[in-house]
T-cell receptor
Framework: EAGVVQSPRYKIIEKKQPVAFWCNPI?????LYWYLQNLGQGPELLIR????????DSQLPKDRFSAERLKGVDSTLKIQPAELGDSAVYLC???????????FGPGTRLLVL | SQQGEEDPQALSIQEGENATMNCSYK?????LQWYRQNSGRGLVHLIL?????REKHSGRLRVTLDTSKKSSSLLITASRAADTASYFC??????????FGKGTKLSVKP
């Protein structure tokens, strides 16, 4: 069974540029999560989807961050414009609805110069 | 917040020794999960313990939960160099989200 796929794995951009991350969850998983992980910290939830509906986006900085999950499968997280403080690892995870175990992708490491 | 807080922040042991990591949290939970993260990788689920359970085993892992003290511990027995990683506890409350702490960085020396 394929795991959670994320791309790109690494991204270097200049500040004020836009950037997008893509996530393909495990087949059949209808719950999808985006997390932000700063160096030396644990993951922090940005947004949680149940199918195509964002059920918890309270921690998503909506002035510059946006996310979508069209058709309830793949998801894209976008930052526009990026700031220096956005440098971090962006993790995607998925789970079966109602199940507590989350399966994480390898993450996208973003560096904003 | 119900965020898990792991202790110690870092732990260095020799191969074959046991490693114990502790977690404390502040509010009531439905369950508590432990995850491992190898350097530069995503998190891997290790074990889940429900609020009505006191102890759970999985291979070389033993997790305890004391809801009266709002604490949990993860014991790794007979550690191996491959156990070198960061370990996170994640309490799960009624709203369904996991709240991760800063983790314990474990180093197992061969």
């Amino acid at each position: 069974e394929a795991g959670v796929v994320q791309s790109p794995r690494y991204k270097i951009i200049e500040k004020k540029q836009p950037v997008a991350f893509w996530c393909n969850p495990i087949s059949g998983h209808n719950t999808l999560y985006w997390y932000l992980q700063n160096l030396g910290q644990g993951p922090e939830l940005l947004i949680r989807y149940e199918n195509e509906e964002a059920v918890d986006d309270s921690q998503l900085p909506k002035d510059r961050f946006s996310a979508e999950r069209l058709k309830g499968v793949d998801s894209t997280l976008k930052i526009q414009p990026a700031e220096l403080g956005d440098s971090a690892v962006y993790l995607c995870a998925s789970s079966f609805q109602g199940q507590e175990t989350q399966y994480f992708g390898p993450g996208t490491r973003l560096l904003v110069l | 917040s119900q965020q898990g807080e792991e202790d110690p922040q870092a732990l260095s042991i020799q191969e074959g020794e046991n490693a114990t990591m502790n977690c404390s949290y502040k509010t009531s939970i439905n369950n508590l999960q432990w995850y491992r993260q190898n350097s530069g990788r995503g998190l891997v689920h290790l074990i889940l313990i429900r609020s009505n359970e006191r102890e759970k085993h999985s291979g070389r892992l033993r997790v305890t939960l004391d809801t009266s003290k709002k604490s949990s511990s993860l014991l790794i027995t007979a550690s191996r160099a491959a156990d070198t990683a960061s370990y996170f506890c994640a309490p799960r409350g009624s709203q369904g989200n996991l709240i991760f702490g800063k983790g314990t960085k474990l180093s197992v020396k061969p």
